[in-house]
């Protein structure tokens, strides 16, 4: 039997106090560039647009009510030595930037509200990739790079 050498994961739990932890490897691992180097800003900002909708998702299955507030905390590793860049160069023409130093990020936890978080995800997102970001030579992003992207995700188009 034939195996691929590198193996992906995407593990996602949930416990009876309604906490739920999820472990995804960096998507950029496992597409077509597995060279490990780059880290790919777009497809960082859908992988947190897609863990916003999905925690909403859960707890609105779960009856909780929409005023209830939710607390969120993110943590990326694995990033020393990566690039930041574009998954599409082609469409956005996006310079390179590297990471020589961090090896790890801690987010600071986020709270909202859990019936207004599909109005404020673009907002959620952002406060979820911009520490990120930073650590790649500074680099951040306008308002209008997380509206299309995120918005575009939510209708149900990846850019």
Known sequence: MDFPSKRTFDYWTLNKSGDFYALVELFDDSGQDRSGQNLFFDTGILRATEALLHCAGLYKALGVEPNAHVEMTVRYGGLRGRILTDASPSRRNFPRYRNLHEDEVSVPPITFALGAAEMEIVDLVKKLCEPLFVIFDFA???????????????NGKVT
Request: hydrophobic residues 45%; negative net charge.
């Open 140 to 154: 951040i992003f306008g308002d209008d790079i997380y509206e299309q992207i995120v918005t575009n995700f939510v």
